[in-house]
């Protein structure tokens, strides 16, 4: 439900706040008052296009903010989630800043958002029925575009027949045969190169696998031409240690053999010196210790010069490998294993196929089960929505016209059915059935989505609906029952309906007066909220035109108080 609108420097609007109410919201006043730019003010909430030429004449910018309720939107709130725009306090502020060289923001709860968004949430492309419900809806003379729509057509029967869940299975179904389809396709036109591709695979596993990798090999086969290179200095280095440490008699292991003789001598005199020499022991045999473990290590090492050459050819193949394939051993063998994958693909890519094809006919199969059932079902719908309608359209004192929906079993599955359905209208017995796209009228257009509207009935997601001279070419008894439909579609939800019909106006829970305000060097618009004396000299303003009398506030009275 729409809260609040607030309004500034746009177009005519210098500073405007209205509270509409939930449920019938009437906007009246004369020609020129500037209902349109309201209506346009409010049209901008659900993401309308928007031009600087809109800003006011002095201003540099227009903004249009609405609030919304939420608490009966709990899909519109998870949306906003999902965008990551907190609903605290289950309300939705929309604000749209409008500057001079067509430039324009747009905020949801504070934060920057696009007019994509704006529309998804607000104003979502289906409209009235499936799984996206819009916010806030206009219908009028000029905003009649759902009922040029064929896919609209279908939307509203299957929301009616109560299809829905059998046209979303449908749906799945046909999307994933096509997605077989278009897998079989590339599979095929694969085959084509792929003996060709398969022996260029085999030949490059064929060189990787010939190798014989082991993962991190080149590491450790750098490691190893380098102590094969450099075996007589490591050799030498060892028997310089051994000397230097163990051999020569001046080593500190002979030195350390004297110094812990003398600490033997000294602990006759102070027993306390035996226990601070035994760390020398200890220096002693950590020297031996590391002594033998450097002989063993050096002994090791191969001074061959055909070990080297080995090493260094499977060093050299390698360095190949990773010109081809990648910087390191391991990253050899992953793309071994990715060329294995791909082989293994091509040589089963036959099985594939047969296996995509029989999954294929068994969704054909299905799709021609489930599509004409669900076909049937639209036909029973069809009927008794045009029944219900038409209706609708005789107590709206439409006589004459004939609202029909034309369905047709097509050639070829959509992913929406087997069904091709259009809204037809015919004006009178004689004539035949035409589209009603093309051949309604504007007023035809409008009772009848109105109609449509009342036997669809609403959703259990309340939206803001905006009825734009619904009433337009009707009078006496069928205004009345104009209001009385409308005042229905509005339990629960919220209607905010422009009017010049005292019938009409007099259903409304709430009434609003827009009027013009002269100034100085510029006009400004205004709204106002009308109490019951007000609203009684609106009515009788709407019968009888500026010169109230007191039979029009009599008979004002009157309405207002029979739609209590």
């Not at 063993?296 to 081809?324: C, F, G, M, T």
């Not at 294993?337 to 068994?362: F, P």
């Not at 035809?444 to 009935?457: N, T």
Request: net charge neutral; aromatic share 4%; charged share 30%.
């Amino acid at each position: 439900m729409l809260l609040e609108l607030k309004v500034a420097n746009f177009a005519i609007i210098e500073n405007l706040h209205i509270s509409f109410r939930q449920g019938l919201n009437i906007l009246s006043g004369e020609t020129g008052a500037g209902k349109s730019v309201l209506l346009k003010s409010l049209s901008l909430l659900m993401g309308g296009k928007c031009s600087s030429d809109s800003i006011r004449t002095g201003a540099t910018q227009a903004t249009i903010e609405g609030s919304f309720d939420l608490i009966h939107r709990p899909d519109v709130a998870n949306a906003l989630k999902a965008m990551g725009i907190e609903t605290d306090e289950e309300v939705l502020i929309v604000r749209r800043v409008i500057s001079s060289g067509d430039k324009s923001k747009v905020y949801l709860n504070g934060s920057l958002s696009t007019l994509n968004c704006l529309r998804d949430v607000v104003s979502p492309l289906v409209e009235i029925a499936g799984h996206s419900i819009p916010l806030i809806e206009m219908t009028g003379q000029h905003e009649n575009r759902n009922l040029m729509s064929k896919a609209y057509h279908l939307d509203l029967l299957d929301q009616y027949a109560g299809t829905w869940d059998k046209r979303l299975a449908f749906s799945a179904k046909f999307e994933r045969y096509h997605a077989i389809f278009s897998e079989i396709k590339k599979l095929e036109e694969d085959a084509k190169q792929k003996a060709q591709r398969l022996d260029f695979l085999v030949y490059q596993r064929d060189e990787i696998a010939g190798l014989d990798l082991a993962p991190g090999e080149d590491l450790e086969l750098e490691v190893e031409v380098k102590k094969l290179k450099n075996s007589s200095r490591i050799g030498s280095f060892v028997d310089q240690a051994e000397e230097a440490l163990y051999s020569d008699n001046d080593s500190a292991v002979n030195r350390l053999k004297a110094i812990i003789k003398k600490g033997q001598e000294v602990a006759g005199v102070d027993p306390q010196i035996a226990a601070k020499i035994e760390n020398f022991r200890q220096a002693q045999t950590l020297i031996d210790e590391s002594i033998y473990d450097l002989r063993q290590y050096a002994a090791k090492i191969d001074s061959n010069p055909q070990r080297l050459e080995v090493v260094e050819d499977r060093l050299s193949s390698l360095r190949k490998l990773q010109k081809k394939y990648g910087g390191n051993a391991d990253d050899i063998l992953k793309a071994l294993l990715t060329m294995e994958i791909e082989i293994s693909n091509l040589q089963n890519s036959d099985l594939r196929i047969e296996s995509l094809k029989k999954e294929s006919a068994i969704l054909n199969k299905e799709l021609g089960t489930l599509g004409a059932e669900l076909h049937k079902r639209r036909l029973k719908g069809a009927d008794l929505l045009g029944d219900s309608v038409n209706a609708e359209l005789l107590d709206l004192n439409m006589k004459g016209v004939t609202f029909q929906v034309s369905i047709e079993k097509s050639a070829a599955p959509t992913s929406t059915g087997m069904s091709d359905v259009e809204f037809m209208s015919q004006t009178s017995a004689k004539d035949i059935k035409r589209p009603l796209a093309r051949f309604a009228s504007g007023g035809e257009l409008s009772r009848i989505l109105l109609s449509l509207k009342r036997v669809v009935g609403s959703s259990n997601q309340p939206r803001t609906y905006l009825f734009d001279e619904v009433d337009t070419g009707v009078s006496g008894e069928t205004a009345e029952k104009v209001g009385r439909k409308l005042k229905s579609i509005a339990k629960g939800q919220q209607v905010i309906c422009v009017t010049h019909l005292p019938q009409v106006a007099s259903f409304g829970d709430a009434h609003f007066f827009i009027h013009k305000s002269p100034q100085k060097d510029s006009v400004s618009m205004l709204v106002t909220e009308l109490k019951k004396k007000d609203r009684v000299q609106e009515i009788a303003r709407l019968i009888s035109g500026e010169k109230i009398s007191k039979t029009s506030l009599a008979h004002a009275e009157q309405l207002l108080d029979e739609t209590r």
